[in-house]
């Protein structure tokens, strides 16, 4: 158990010392004006936030709706009453031509609240329009598990204007925050958690079970009966623990746990303790706007920790010794690696409720790319039949590179560079046939952190060699940027390795498919030929030529799918050294690094994707902090 920590101070209310009251006669002026200033703000505020709803026409859905699997909880657990924006069917929009409802009616209250709670439990999530889609995947996934008593908080008034029209219940946090995203870490970002922060204080006085999300993970299977296992849990809280404390289902042993409170999923009952709580993590984070929310939130459970809570072993006291926790265990509300990287669930054959894109390399588009590499993701219908078509591979890796011998750096450094090699032929011939890419699964010897470590970490249950996410050597984030044009080439756009195998494809394309085998250019049966055959695969000799494969595939243009069943040799490279050059400086900037060797100042090494470009090449940090630069720069 951790030691307790010192207390911390509350701070002062603002403004300090409270100043002794003025006659009325003499405020009444600056009343008056101060009251006229507030109605013409409100005046505006109004008119603005009108404005933004020019169109009442909802927008189109990135999935198809399915109503008859999910169940109406409303039906079953209250009577039936007059619908309102409020208690309105999720996914039910507005009707065509409709009025816009006035802001004061987005505005959270106990009565919104109690609209939609089901058996005295709300859950919430809230974000700015950046997380539009990732938003809609929150929602889609509760309400296929027949979960309908959620609420999303709107931090701008575009999202707000957006999740109405399309039937999300959704109230004005009030914050109007700009849309983009805000990146981890900037100012803006925290931000955010203090947003966080003072909604959690907003509604625990409803006194309502509050089960707060944050829109970067999916629900997998309704968590609510599993919540309602510790009725007497003040607060039950998800965690950046790695190495599993117990095997099954139960709550982590809180005794064990190292890993931080994570917050982006965490179970309130609003008691008093936990409201006490609340409170103090507002003024802490309000107190000082370099304070990460995260870090305020453990230090303060920690003020107190470590008594037992009898009877209940699994939950601990924390904060002011009378609030109970427990740790929810990460095999099953998993993280991103518990859940991406060690598959800890499925070795310990659990079925998993949740899981939280943390512990990735490539920012939000890293998480978004995390949840379609494992099907979790809801995109828009276009995603799924791109103009071009697309290009996939058989990816072809010797079982001596997968397999034998030690895992070290030298084997992790071997194995990717040739997977890396073949993604960068594809990658040139999907730029040369304006296809997408389809990228192969990737695997890996040694897992990546932000910090040294021997391969992988002692104690979790990753296994070697594992299937890696991609942004653990790719850039995903660099991948999907407009870089210019002139110096980089056209852009090559991707899709995650599982994608031919998502359910949202559509027939049309997963049938329009031509299989491609690379042969010896020199042998007889080697021919283009046999490709009038749509039942057979087409031949397309080995080191082919530019043109070659201009002529040869301009007569499958209206085919979906070419699948190569080998990249190894398939492309001899660019005529044209202009071209060549571009493409060079595109796909350089596509990988990262690994991270870390041990005991080193500086520990990470850079992938290079153009390793074999370079004799003797070696996967060896750099030794000083001028060679610590990418290959490119």
Not at 413 to 424: D, G, S, T
């Amino acid at each position: 158990p951790s030691a307790p920590a010192t207390p911390i101070p509350r701070p002062p209310p603002p403004g300090g010392e409270m100043a002794p009251c003025c006659p009325a006669e003499s405020t009444k002026p600056a009343f008056i004006g101060i009251f006229g200033a507030i109605v013409g703000g409100f005046a505006v505020s109004a008119v603005f936030f009108l404005l933004s709803f020019s169109s009442i026409t909802a927008p189109a859905l990135p999935f198809p709706v399915v109503t008859a699997t999910t169940t109406n909880l409303s039906a079953l657990s209250t009577p039936a009453q007059p619908e309102t924006m409020y208690n309105r069917p999720i996914w039910k929009s507005p009707a065509r031509g409709s009025r816009m409802p006035s802001p004061r009616a987005f505005r959270l209250t106990r009565d919104m609240v109690r609209a939609r709670a089901r058996d005295g439990v709300i859950v919430v999530t809230f974000g700015n329009y950046a997380f539009m889609d990732f938003i809609l995947t929150w929602v889609r996934h509760l309400t296929g598990l027949g979960v309908d008593n959620l609420l999303v908080g709107a931090m701008d008034t575009k999202l707000l204007r957006q999740l109405y029209l399309t039937g999300v219940p959704v109230f004005d946090m009030g914050s109007r925050m700009v849309t983009e995203d805000v990146g981890w870490g900037s100012p803006t970002f925290h931000k955010m958690g203090r947003e966080k922060v003072l909604l959690i204080n907003e509604l625990l006085p409803f006194g309502y079970e509050l089960l707060m999300c944050d829109t970067d993970m999916v629900w997998l299977k309704n968590p609510l009966p599993y919540l309602a296992r510790y009725p007497s849990a003040d607060l039950l809280t998800s965690s950046d623990q790695v190495i599993p404390t117990v095997t099954d289902d139960s709550l982590e042993n809180w005794r064990e746990v190292t890993g931080a409170y994570n917050i982006g999923i965490f179970h309130w009952r609003p008691t008093e303790p936990a409201k006490r709580l609340a409170k103090d993590w507002k003024d802490l984070v309000i107190s000082d706007d370099k304070i990460w929310d995260q870090n305020a939130f453990n230090d303060l459970v920690h003020t107190v920790f470590g008594q037992p809570v009898q009877g209940e072993d699994e939950l601990v006291y924390s904060y002011d010794g009378k609030l109970k926790l427990g740790v929810l265990p990460a095999s099953i509300f998993c993280s991103g690696h518990t859940y991406f990287v060690q598959g800890m669930h499925q070795q310990l054959r659990l079925e998993p409720y949740a899981v939280h894109t943390t512990f990735q390399y490539a920012g939000t588009e890293g998480k978004r790319h995390r949840l379609r590499e494992a099907m979790l993701f809801f995109d828009q219908p276009s995603y799924y039949d791109s103009p071009g078509g697309f290009l996939s591979f058989r990816p072809n890796i010797p079982k001596r590179m997968l397999l034998d011998g030690a895992h070290t750096v030298e084997s992790h450094f071997a194995l990717v560079n040739y997977q890396m090699k073949q993604i960068r032929t594809a990658l040139a011939m999907a730029s040369l046939l304006k296809r997408t890419l389809v990228m192969p699964p990737l695997w890996c010897r040694l897992d990546r952190m932000w910090f040294g470590h021997p391969g992988v970490m002692e104690g979790t249950m990753t296994r070697q060699p594992f299937l890696c996410p991609m942004d653990h050597v790719f850039e995903v984030h660099v991948m999907l940027k407009d870089l210019p044009e002139e110096e980089f080439g056209p852009r090559i756009d991707f899709r995650e390795y599982t994608f031919l195998e998502n359910p949202s494809l559509p027939k049309q394309v997963k049938e329009s498919f031509l299989e491609v085998r690379l042969c010896n250019e020199h042998s007889t049966r080697c021919s283009t030929a046999n490709g009038t055959n749509k039942h057979r695969a087409l031949l397309l000799p080995r080191n082919s030529t530019e043109q070659m494969l201009l002529d040869v595939f301009s007569s499958y243009k209206n085919i979906k799918i070419i699948h190569f069943s080998s990249m190894v040799d398939g492309f001899r490279g660019f005529a044209d050294a202009a071209v060549e050059t571009q493409f060079r400086n595109r796909v350089k900037r596509y990988t990262g690094i690994w991270c870390c060797v041990e005991f080193r100042e500086i520990g990470h090494i850079y992938y290079d994707m153009y390793w074999d470009d370079k004799p003797g090449w070696k996967p060896h940090p750099p030794q000083n902090r001028e060679e610590d630069h990418p290959p490119w720069a």
